[in-house]
């Protein structure tokens, strides 16, 4: 059963960081691109960040780039979301994803999600 489960996320203050995870099992990791997509109250679902099935090409959103770092560790079959310099604008539900394709931004590309985890900045 192919799964993807988030977690790292929790209550930060605003400048402060955060790490998140996203294990994945039951699917060969390597062979899929691999996003980072949020959602906050009242708002759609947006794409923060993804990284190719090689690891090589990573992509950002403008409102996260220079403070966010996405990396993947193939061998254990984990995605990770490095995030520095949080902004309470920042505060969503977290959710990676996985597709059998190219690193893009858009949702609707992807086929697997993991349930999300709750990221706060506020002080």
């Known amino acids: 059963q192919l799964q993807l489960v988030e977690s790292g996320g929790g209550l930060v203050q605003p400048g402060g960081s955060l790490r998140l995870s996203c294990a994945t099992s039951g699917f060969t990791l390597s062979s899929y691109a691999v996003g980072w997509f949020r959602q906050a109250p009242g708002k759609e679902r947006e794409g923060v960040s993804c990284i190719s099935s090689s690891g090589i090409r990573t992509y950002y959103a403008d409102s996260v780039k220079g403070r966010f770092t996405i990396s993947r560790d193939n061998a254990k079959n984990t995605v990770y979301l490095q995030m520095n310099s949080l902004k309470p604008e920042d505060t969503a539900v977290y959710y990676c994803?996985?597709?059998?394709?190219?690193?893009?931004?858009?949702?609707?590309?992807?086929?697997?999600w993991g349930q999300g985890t709750q990221v706060t900045v506020s002080s």
């Open positions: 994803a996985a597709q059998f394709g190219s690193c893009r931004l858009r949702a609707a590309e992807y086929d697997y």
